[in-house]
């Protein structure tokens, strides 16, 4: 049965009634009438009938007047104009003015029917089509917002900021007048309100839910979404003490099968029902509101390994550099005693002499001694000073070369020759102590590497492309194949036993050294060939780490 109300405007009382009383209903149709056009315009707003059948000739005005008031009022109920035989002309201008069909007096029941339902069945294809385009449009809109919060969880780490968006968008997909999100206290088992929408500042003080005492807890006991209220209950539905709404939903926040949470929205004022659908939506995301949590939880367990891993990498560099320094120490002090002999002997001669270009030549050895004593000084107290990272505009040549004079003395001692092959290269942005500490690194195990019988230590350093290159070859026993793969890895050395079962190495230069070049963007690499020798290259951006990251 069709259903739909059909407007009869008709002056002729036994027209009226055939209609009213006789065709129409008998056919299913709902039936108001009117006998003049003004009645028929006032039923047209107050009976929002779904067809207006209507009379061509009527006592007040012509039927052409109520359709033109119908346009006026921007109305799109479907229109048959009823008309006498000999006035079609007059049904030509109706159907200009956006008459569906008419039908010529005297007709049938079945010729009524049939214009009635053609009609109709338009107008209800119309009205399906601008339902489904309604629909399709919500979907859309819904799954914008979705898309939304699905960018805001992978691309934002602020909890506070994702939470509160999910909610807002709760609110939204299920036209619901406000929303909050609650989590379970992991010491008390309370739920107590981490973001909301629309709720105010007073509940939102002190919102804190019994599992065991409230719908929500009982949604965190199940695992099942609750929906309450709405048209026909009549009653009011407590979502803690003093908050009374007329409708809610709740859906659970789900994590490894352990409920952590409630995703609500409600109504307080509107007696408005939640559907299955906005239980879905709602369901959706509170998937995205556990994604976010998940995240965060990681996010926040990350940033504090790397600190961690930050902490402990600045203390394996400290521990390396103080070691090097340690090594350092013998042929240091040696060196100062040697600067120590020469200060006091020419002291002494400038002292009982009498001849005063020898006292200039004295004093003269004597300021060079203590401006190579002062240069090996400031070089030791680099290497051993604590202090942040610093980057800076830095030679190269002159970093190498302060490392070499550290080792000098030590690299004479042990009967290798240096061989420097320095080319004029731009300078470089970088941590001027790390570098050094670096070649350091590398020209003690390079001396290490030719003891006791010496050979010959090459250091070449050029410009390739954006970068330094720095090489250092020696003519030592090279690194064993076994080890070459873990060579940069802590606590793996080349060096053997000292007496007593003392390692020689600690195994950490290499890997602080690896540490620190890959720290500046760079990369150190090692080629080596048994019983002749191993060369170790360093290369760094000469724009430092954010120059290379761009290249």
Do not use: W
């Amino acid at each position: 049965m069709p259903g739909e109300k059909v407007l009869v405007v008709e002056d002729s009382l036994d027209v009226l009634s055939f209609l009213a009383e006789d065709v129409l209903p008998y056919h299913g149709y709902r039936v108001a009438t009117a006998t003049t056009g003004q009645e028929g315009l006032n039923k047209v707003s107050s009976e929002e009938p779904d067809m207006l059948l209507l009379d061509l000739e009527l006592p007040d005005m012509s039927g052409l007047d109520i359709i033109k008031k119908v346009q006026q009022d921007e109305s799109d109920i479907p229109i048959v104009l009823m008309t006498a035989f000999g006035s079609e002309s007059i049904a030509v201008e109706a159907f200009r003015l956006g008459v569906r069909d008419y039908i010529i007096k005297p007709f049938t029941t079945e010729h009524v029917i049939d214009v009635l339902e053609r009609t109709l069945t338009e107008t209800r294809l119309r009205r399906e089509r601008n339902e489904l385009t309604r629909s399709l449009q919500q979907r859309v809109e819904q799954l914008t917002i979705f898309s939304a919060v699905g960018k805001s969880v992978v691309s934002l780490m602020d909890l506070e900021e994702l939470l509160s968006r999910i909610v807002e968008a709760g609110v939204y997909v299920t036209r619901a007048e406000e929303g909050f999100l609650l989590l379970v206290d992991p010491e008390t088992k309370d739920l107590y309100l981490r973001a909301g929408k629309n709720i105010g500042s007073r509940p939102a003080q002190g919102f804190r839910l019994k599992v065991d005492d409230s719908l929500a807890g009982q949604v965190v006991q199940t695992g099942k979404p609750m929906r309450q209220g709405g048209k026909g209950t009549g009653r009011d539905f407590k979502v803690k003490t003093g908050y009374l709404v007329k409708s809610l939903l709740h859906v659970p926040l789900t994590l490894r099968d352990e409920v952590i949470g409630v995703l609500s929205v409600d109504n307080q004022v509107a007696d408005v029902e939640f559907a299955e659908e906005d239980q879905d939506l709602l369901s959706t995301l509170a998937d995205y509101a556990v994604i976010s949590i998940e995240n965060a939880t990681l996010y926040d367990e990350l940033r504090k390994n790397m600190e961690d891993l930050k902490l402990s990498q600045k203390e394996l560099i400290e521990s390396s550099r103080l070691a090097a320094v340690g090594t350092l120490a013998a042929g240091v002090a040696h060196e100062f005693n040697n600067l120590l002999a020469a200060i006091s002997g020419h002291t002494e001669l400038s002292l009982v002499s009498d001849d005063m270009d020898e006292i200039k030549r004295a004093l003269g050895v004597v300021m060079e001694s203590v401006d190579r004593a002062k240069r090996i000084t400031a070089n030791l107290l680099t290497f051993a000073r604590r202090r942040e990272s610093k980057m800076e505009v830095a030679d190269m040549n002159q970093a190498l070369e302060n490392a070499l004079q550290l080792v000098e003395r030590d690299l004479q001692k042990s009967n290798i020759e240096v061989i420097r092959k320095f080319s004029a290269i731009p300078p470089v942005v970088c941590d001027t102590s790390q570098i050094s500490q670096v070649c350091l690194n590398l020209l003690t195990n390079a001396r290490d590497a030719m003891v006791p019988d010496g050979g010959t230590l090459t250091i070449e350093i050029r410009q390739d492309g954006d970068d330094v290159v720095i090489a250092f070859t020696d003519t030592g026993s090279g690194v064993p194949d076994h080890i070459l793969d873990e060579l940069f890895q802590p606590f793996v050395t080349t060096k053997g036993p000292l007496g007593g079962g003392e390692m020689a190495g600690s195994g950490l230069g290499l890997s602080v050294s690896y540490g620190i070049v890959k720290n500046h963007g760079g990369a150190i690499e090692v080629v080596t060939e048994g019983d002749k020798g191993s060369t170790f290259t360093v290369r760094l951006p000469i724009e430092g780490v954010e120059g290379a990251a761009e290249r």
